[in-house]
């Protein structure tokens, strides 16, 4: 089956067939969530990546409140002291870092996460220089040297991707960031012969490029439009090389949604679709009623972990839970899809038709989240696991 969304995205698939109370404590500050506007008063098109400013014309990543301010700094205070032990204690790490990272330790929190880094503090810098140059050494092996047929089409692929990953992002349109993202997938690529390059492995770069160059960048500087060729290269090397280790450790667990057919990601919207119908069934029957086939809106969810759903920012405060979750995201990345949907079950209720469905499910109005919606979105879908995870049967079985 072939289908392609509103962004031109090709989606070739070959079908055969309660909070948990730490999170929850006053300590992790949390703040009135804003309702999102009508999906019918606004339309968004998150297959086409969203900007990273908000309604100010600054970058979002620096709209913040007093509140929001107040929260950053406490939470602050209790990450560094444990980034500075002598043997990080992982777990409590990641306690911390499930409800958000602060954006002044994101980037090391990240390479922690990721087991990018080890626990060791002494051990940290000599393992970063060894694996920069082995980045390095993997570069000048085999992009900066001739290309066989297969290798050839690979890079052909990225190189056609690339350009049209994130339009409305300039950051993205630079030449110098874009031959960045050329070598982090084609080494990838190349280094994971059983999957290959497929789209969507792209989105998932930019995520750890974003966050590697806001370490390097002015507080106050604009994200959106920064010249990246005005770094110094061993700046650029660094958010090269850190992007990529950290990408490669992040696929290791999903690596199944991209080997052949991508039958990973077609089992999980069969568990999304089978989970669906244990928790609501009025809008599980809907969609059936109407005609829409859970692997035309929710393949995209799967495939880029909703990237091409939510602004930037907000990914990038999902990724923090992500990268948290002790047992790996890849199970509980069902749930967040979950919770996603059901958010918007009174919206999708009310269309009518196969059109008016798929026009909302692709274009879900997400324009105006923050961390306050993914905070809830991460919450609800800890409640759903929590609930569901261990009933019997409730992936194999259920209404249909």
Same mark, same amino acid.
């Given at each position: ?114 087991? &990018?880094?080890? #626990? ?6 000599? =393992?970063?220089?060894? @694996?920069? $140059?082995?980045? !390095? ?53 190349i280094r994971h ?18 966050v590697f160059l ?43 949604? &991209?080997?052949? #057919? ?6 999980? =919207?069969?568990?999304? @679709?089978? $989970?669906?119908? !244990? ?77 008016g469905l798929m ?42």
């Amino acid at each position: 089956m072939r289908t392609t969304d509103n962004a031109g995205y090709d989606m070739t698939v070959h079908v055969t067939c309660f909070v948990d109370p730490q999170m929850a404590s006053p300590a992790h500050c949390t703040s009135t969530p804003q309702v999102p506007n009508s999906p019918h008063s606004q339309r968004q098109f998150p297959g086409r990546p969203q900007p990273l400013r908000g309604n100010t014309g600054r970058s979002k990543f620096h709209i913040q409140s007093r509140e929001g301010a107040d929260c950053e700094t406490s939470k602050l205070e209790r990450f560094q002291p444990l980034l500075e032990t002598q043997l990080l204690n992982l777990e409590e790490l990641r306690q911390l870092s499930w409800s958000g990272i602060p954006v002044k330790v994101r980037a090391i929190t990240w390479r922690l996460l990721s087991g &990018y880094l080890p #626990a060791n503090f002494e051990r940290r810098q000599q =393992v970063l220089e060894r @694996k920069r $140059l082995d980045y !390095r050494n993997l570069v000048k092996q085999y992009y900066d040297t001739e290309r066989d047929e297969t290798r050839q089409d690979i890079y052909r692929q990225i190189h056609i991707d690339i350009p049209r990953m994130s339009p409305l992002i300039a950051l993205f349109q630079q030449k110098t960031v874009q031959e960045m993202f050329e070598r982090i997938l084609f080494i990838w690529a190349i280094r994971h012969p059983a999957s290959g390059y497929v789209q969507g492995i792209n989105d998932l770069v930019t995520p750890f490029y974003v966050v590697f160059l806001q370490e390097v960048i002015p507080a106050d500087g604009d994200l959106d439009n920064w010249e990246v060729s005005s770094l110094p290269k061993e700046q650029r090397d660094i958010i090269e090389a850190d992007s990529f280790w950290c990408l490669s450790k992040f696929l290791d667990g999903i690596q199944d949604n &991209y080997i052949f #057919a991508q039958l990973g990601i077609q089992h999980k =919207v069969n568990q999304l @679709k089978e $989970l669906i119908q !244990r928790i609501d069934g009025p809008l599980h029957r809907h969609l059936q009623h109407h005609g829409v086939d859970y692997l035309q809106f929710s393949f995209r969810w799967m495939n880029n972990l909703l990237t091409r759903e939510l602004p930037l920012h907000c990914t990038i405060r999902l990724w923090d839970t992500y990268l948290a979750e002790s047992d790996g995201f890849a199970s509980f990345q069902l749930y967040v899809c979950a919770a996603f949907l059901l958010h918007w079950r009174r919206e999708l209720l009310v269309e009518k038709d196969f059109q008016g469905l798929m026009l909302m499910l692709q274009n879900l109005p997400t324009q105006n989240w923050s961390d306050s919606e993914i905070g809830m979105l991460v919450a609800e879908a800890y409640r759903l696991k929590f609930t569901f995870a261990d009933a019997p049967n409730h992936l194999q079985s259920g209404e249909r």
